[in-house]
């Protein structure tokens, strides 16, 4: 019997079933890698056992102990007034908690000339480490960091492009057990105070300059002006200095890997709200790096050898995340500058890393639907251009993919190849839904819920639905649930950013609908949803029609509260060439009536010069609403562009 549903783009051959590693997974934990179904019942209902089972598949370096406890958290004073959390399932539970491992072991492992880094920048790769070339590298910065006096329980805090200096420096941190945070040097001052300020860090490393657009941008004075401003005087170490020459590039340094705790911090990630100061996550080492694994190695189907690449700046969460391919003895490769830079004569180029995947012989190509959008404007197929013969999967994060972009992928990249639309966040630095080698590919659908995820979608009544949207919902603990939020009544922010609204259950802010394949579709933040004539209307449903459109650059969608009713307003950068009139916005709106429905036609659409981004590249719908209904946008220091919201105070102004 045919199943119903969006046509099928990718069917995963019968040697998937025995030959990938999920499939052995399955197989070795006693069930048919065709039921997967089974399989992921197992992994949320015996998840002591999923997760036991999973370190030793993937050969976690590390002392395991018993695997999971519920202890209280007896962290943090403020527990005191939240005696209900200290029971908590989720809040409560400590998986390994006698578990040590060092994460810096991991990902160093493997044969010594096995290619560990590839790294690139505008002009392409330019550099290859073996293992043993990283290692040597990780410990002359070990011994850099030591010198300064960076021990376990510290912090260090990096203003770094994606270099192998801002890995190296990343990967010694945590070998000395001590806790990293990475910023990107294009953020300003005041946003790198504003993360770098909450975490106290004994040590931070910056780079002198970066490069973007055959341009270099200095960072010395941002540097040393955000240290100047934090008021607790750590030590600013710049690459490339004489200090760094002399203290953190003798690669003959011994290399120590001490274990430490399994949830010991171990990467502090910043998220950027639209009010107050980003906040300030930490993550355990352990848990990060065991669900990373899980990731790649079952989801990912990454094998020893593999090649993986992911345009990120060294702040996004997926910086770290390809970083653990190294666990999983595949290679990254690190790519600094534009993705699509701009050439001498003013063109862009939309080879480039496409010519670096048949470079660097690449299987696995991240990348999110915004750049996808790109090629697609301009009209680029890479399999015009490049052989890709190596590739074996492309993944997608930071926003909903449309269908169309699905299409496009297999049309115009490759057609054998496994796409992966992946979605979680810096929350769980992990994913709730992910790709498989052993599910079709349907368009315009996330194809299964992670192993070891209890998701369900709630709707208003907080009943599990299938086939409508609502609210996803995890109902388990997991080993990569944040440790705490920094900052004063951290553990109270962080219970009430995830669990005030369903007391013990993970509500993560995302409006998604599980369909009856168990595939997910998320239709945008619920905080954006929408809700004209009180209809829930995910802003993704707007932004799949609209984002056809070769006449439209970028588009942002926000609710407009007009007398009770919230309308639908809908801003668009026309793209060059492009205005918009009264009969393309016509158009538009019969489109979106067509695609959509009647109740997701804007009752505005406006042209804007520019949207407003976060500085990790993501729309910020909830500061454009802000600021076209008049108020104060809290958060600016967290935008790329805050100029961008003068155009949408405008609006109704
Ligand atoms: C995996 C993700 O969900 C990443 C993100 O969108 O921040």
Same mark, same amino acid.
């Given at each position: 019997m045919t199943q119903p549903g969006p046509a099928t783009l990718w069917t995963p051959p019968d040697s998937a079933f025995s030959d990938s590693a999920l499939a052995r997974f399955a197989l070795a934990n006693g069930?048919?890698?065709?039921?997967y179904d089974e399989l992921h019942g197992w992994s949320v209902s015996r998840r002591d056992e999923f997760w036991d089972a999973l370190w030793d598949f993937t050969g976690v370096l590390g002392d395991k102990g018993d695997v999971v406890e519920q202890p209280p958290r007896t962290e943090g004073a403020d527990l005191d007034q939240l005696p209900s959390l200290r029971h908590g399932r989720m809040f409560g539970t400590r998986y390994f908690p006698h578990g040590r491992l060092n994460v810096a072991e991991n990902l160093l492992r493997g044969e010594p000339g096995r290619l560990a880094v590839l790294a690139a920048d505008e002009t392409g790769i330019h550099t290859r480490l073996t293992v043993a070339q990283l290692r040597g590298r990780v410990a002359a910065v070990q011994a850099g960091l030591r010198a300064a006096g960076?021990? $376990?329980g510290d912090v260090v805090a990096g203003i770094l492009p994606n270099t192998v200096e801002n890995l190296t420096t990343m990967i010694a941190t945590l070998s000395l057990g001590a806790a990293w945070a990475g910023c990107s040097p294009d953020f300003g001052v005041a946003g790198l105070v504003d993360r770098i300020g909450q975490v106290a860090p004994s040590v931070v490393v910056a780079a002198q300059s970066y490069a973007y657009n055959g341009r270099d941008f200095d960072v010395r004075a941002k540097a040393e002006e955000v240290v100047a401003r934090l008021g607790t005087a750590p030590d600013l170490v710049l690459v490339g200095s004489p200090r760094w020459d002399e203290q953190f590039t003798d690669e003959t340094s011994a290399l120590t890997l001490e274990r430490f705790p399994f949830?010991?911090?171990g990467l502090i990630m910043f998220t950027s709200g639209t009010t107050g100061l980003p906040k300030a996550i930490v993550h355990s080492a352990g848990g990060v790096l065991l669900q990373h694994l899980k990731e790649h190695v079952l989801h990912g189907d990454v094998r020893p050898g593999d090649v993986h690449s992911w345009f990120t700046s060294?702040?996004?969460?997926m910086y770290a995340w390809v970083v653990s391919v190294l666990a999983a003895e595949a290679a990254v490769v690190l790519i600094d500058g534009n993705p699509s830079p701009r050439l001498p004569?003013?063109?862009?180029?939309?080879g480039h890393l496409w010519r670096m995947a048949d470079d660097a012989g690449l299987t696995h190509f991240g990348t999110s639907p915004r750049y996808l959008s790109g090629l697609m404007d301009a009209g680029y197929a890479p399999r015009e251009h490049h052989d890709l013969g190596a590739l074996r999967s492309v993944l997608s994060a930071g926003a909903p993919v449309s269908a169309e972009q699905y299409d496009w992928l297999y049309a115009e990249v490759k057609r054998d190849m496994v796409f992966a639309s992946i979605c979680g966040g810096t929350e769980i630095h992990g994913c709730f839904q992910l790709g498989s080698p052993l599910h079709p590919v349907r368009r315009g659908e996330i194809t299964c819920v992670a192993l070891g995820h209890a998701v369900s979608v709630l709707d208003d009544r907080g009943a599990p639905v299938v086939g409508e949207k609502g609210e996803l919902v995890c109902t388990e603990p997991f080993p990569s649930m944040p440790l705490t939020f920094l900052g004063d009544g951290g553990l109270r922010r962080y219970h009430d950013t995830y669990f005030a609204e369903r007391p013990d259950v993970w509500t993560h802010g995302d409006l998604a609908e599980l369909t009856p394949r168990r595939s997910v579709v998320v239709h945008g933040r619920s905080d954006t949803t929408l809700k004209p004539n009180g209809v829930r209307i995910g802003t993704a449903e707007i932004y799949r029609v609209v984002d056809?459109?070769? $006449?439209?650059?970028e588009s942002l969608v926000f609710g407009h509260t007009a007398r009770t009713d919230e309308e639908v307003v809908l801003c668009l950068v026309m793209a060059e060439g492009h205005e918009l009139t009264p009969g393309f916005t016509k158009e538009l709106k019969a489109d979106i009536r067509a695609q959509a429905s009647p109740r997701h036609v804007p009752a505005h659409v406006f042209a804007v010069s520019e949207v407003p981004y976060t500085l990790n590249g993501k729309k910020v719908e909830g500061a454009a609403r802000t600021a076209a209904g008049g108020g104060t946008v809290k958060n600016e220091a967290s935008l790329a562009n805050p100029g961008s919201l003068h155009e949408f105070r405008a609006l109704f102004a």
């Open positions: 069930f048919d890698p065709r039921r960076v021990g $376990e949830d010991a911090p060294t702040a996004w969460m004569d003013g063109t862009v180029d939309c056809q459109r070769p $006449e439209i650059a």
